[in-house]
Structure formats: C-alpha cells, structure tokens
C-alpha cells in the first residue's frame, strides 16, 4: 500500500507525541547523579563565587551534587565550546557571562559557537553593573556634567579602559555614541590599572565594573556620576542611573545559566525554578553583594530577547571601534 501524505502526517503526530511522552519521562527522573557546571574563569573570579553559590542551592532543590568546574582560559570560550559540544541532558551546564557569549564570538575567531543557536538558554542568574567614574578633580557633579565637559574639550577629554575590546572599553564606547560625544582612548593591561590612572588624572573617567571603583568612591579618590543598571536598580550607593542622563542607556555585564541545545524544555523550565528560588537565599544574597552582582532571574524567552539586544549593542561598540575579530 503506497505510503500517503495522510499516513506521513500520522507518523509526524505520533513522532511528536513519543518524544513529548519520552521528554517527560526524563523530566520525572531527572536528576538521578551529580550536575557538572562549567565556568570559564579562574577560581575565586565573579563567575566562579556566583556559579558556587547558586550550584549549591541548585544541589538543595534537586537532592544531586553540583559540582562547578573552573575551566579557564581564552576568555571563557574553552568552558563554552565545551558545553555547546555536550550532551543535552541537564547534566552539564554553563555559568556563562558577557565576555564568553556577547563579545567572544564577535572578537575571536577561535569562538566557533554562536550564543542563539548552539544553546539553550535556561535563565539569567545576575547583572553586573557598571559605574561611571571620573577624577573628582574634574569640574563635573553628574553625568550630564560630565557629558558636556567632554564636549566642550572636543577630543582633548580621555576615556580610560582595562584593553581594547575589554568590557570597559566596550561600555564606554556604546556610552559615547548613546551620549553624542567623543573621548580619545587610552587601554591599559587590565581593570585595576585603567581604574588606578583615573586616580591619578592621567585620565578623566572610565565605565568601569563597580567592584573595581567603589571602594575608591568611599575614599573619596573616585567621583561616582552614575550606573548603568536599569533606572530604580538597587545596590549601587546613591547614584542615579545613566539611562536618568541619556535616555535608554543600559550597559550592565551579566553571568546567566546556559545549556547545550535540544535540552528538553520540561528540563530547562524547572531549572529556570531553581535558579529564582536560589536567588532568595541568604548566601546567595551575601555572596553576590561581596562581588558586586544584582541577582536577576528570567524565563528563556526573556534571557533570549535580553542577549540578542547586548549582542547587538556590543556589535556596534565593536564596530565604532574598528576591532576586527582575531
């Protein structure tokens, strides 16, 4: 008997219903042995205090070991090709940030994984929020002080960064274009140091990650103009928010949890749960203000539409740059 389109849609519905049945089979037994979380910095980093943190109410919720696996080097892209390569079964998974998923893929060729495609996005875990700072010296009290004393200096106001193509450079691109001015660029080998000549009026300002200023904010070396959270974001002092100067401005790092994709979704689903109820925790809270993180959970849908907007915020800062991916 020839094999009829009628026939072909049957086996389709029945495909279909198989894997449903199968995915929530998994779903009832899943977890039944450890979870391997990767990170792809050193320990003792941002991303290796939180994934630890949030690994260990993830352990509490689901009654399994989380281990977390510091897999550094080459801008966390190692720990990221590695997940993106594994098996979607919800036993490995990525402690995933910024610099590996938004901006690698656009600087390195050796990133070979794209952030849309090759994973399954479970949920954001924290914002990392970036602050505003100058030389109290300079004759500015706000951003919008800040801003026009840029322009009145035409190019003769300098923007210091931790290196070309580093989270500060990048955030303080994206601020320039977003604000309508231009500072002359000056990298440094490194946060501390981009931060350090800021201090020292070598340079005007910096949009810096905020654990790198804040104490110097408190000893009054630093100026704080601003943050780059969502206006009414809490945990960065007084500071109103950039997006109060130039509006619609957000420039916040993020560290979120990512899987390989064809993880099933009943999978990802419950451990979007678990990532928003280890969010409540009170080591969690603790551990995320010692390294100057927002907690900030999310579905997938949300987590998708937050990274497409930085990944195309962080390709116009690249290409206002001149970088060409190495």
């Avoid at 089979?25 to 320990?43: R, V």
């Avoid at 966390?76 to 910024?98: E, F, H, N």
């Avoid at 350090?196 to 408190?218: C, F, H, I, K, Y």
């Avoid at 990512?258 to 009943?266: I, N, T």
Wanted: with cysteine.
């Amino acid at each position: 008997m020839p094999f009829r389109k009628s026939n072909l849609g049957i086996f389709k519905k029945f495909m279909l219903l198989s894997l449903l049945i199968s995915g929530a089979a998994f779903a009832q037994t899943y977890p039944d042995k450890s979870i391997k979380i990767l990170q792809g910095f050193a320990p003792g980093g941002n991303a290796d205090a939180i994934a630890r943190a949030v690994g260990g109410e993830i352990a509490k919720s689901l009654g399994q070991a989380v281990v977390v696996d510091a897999q550094a080097g080459a801008g966390g892209t190692i720990a990221a090709t590695t997940v993106a390569k594994a098996k979607p079964d919800g036993y490995t998974l990525l402690i995933g940030s910024t610099t590996a998923i938004s901006t690698a893929p656009l600087l390195q060729k050796a990133a070979r994984y794209d952030p849309l495609t090759d994973f399954e996005l479970i949920s954001l875990v924290a914002l990392l929020p970036n602050v505003l700072v100058c030389n109290p010296s300079l004759p500015v009290k706000t951003t919008k002080d800040l801003i026009a004393y840029a322009k009145s200096k035409g190019d003769k106001s300098n923007m210091a960064s931790a290196g070309v193509g580093s989270a500060s450079h990048l955030a303080g691109l994206a601020f320039q274009s977003a604000a309508g001015f231009t500072s002359l660029h000056v990298p440094y080998k490194g946060g501390s140091q981009g931060v350090a000549s800021v201090v020292s009026g070598e340079t005007d300002w910096v949009l810096t990650p905020a654990p790198a200023a804040m104490s110097l904010v408190a000893g009054e070396r630093l100026r704080l103009l601003g943050h780059s959270m969502p206006a009414g974001a809490a945990g960065i002092g007084d500071a109103p928010s950039l997006g109060s100067a130039v509006p619609g401005f957000e420039f916040a790092g993020w560290i979120g949890l990512l899987a390989p994709k064809g993880l099933p979704s009943v999978i990802s689903t419950a451990l979007a749960e678990t990532v928003q109820k280890a969010l409540q925790a009170r080591e969690v809270i603790q551990a995320f203000e010692t390294n100057g993180a927002v907690p900030s959970s999310s579905s997938g849908i949300e987590f998708r539409r937050f990274l497409e907007k930085d990944i195309a915020t962080n390709k116009k800062a690249i290409a206002m740059a001149g970088i060409q991916p190495e």
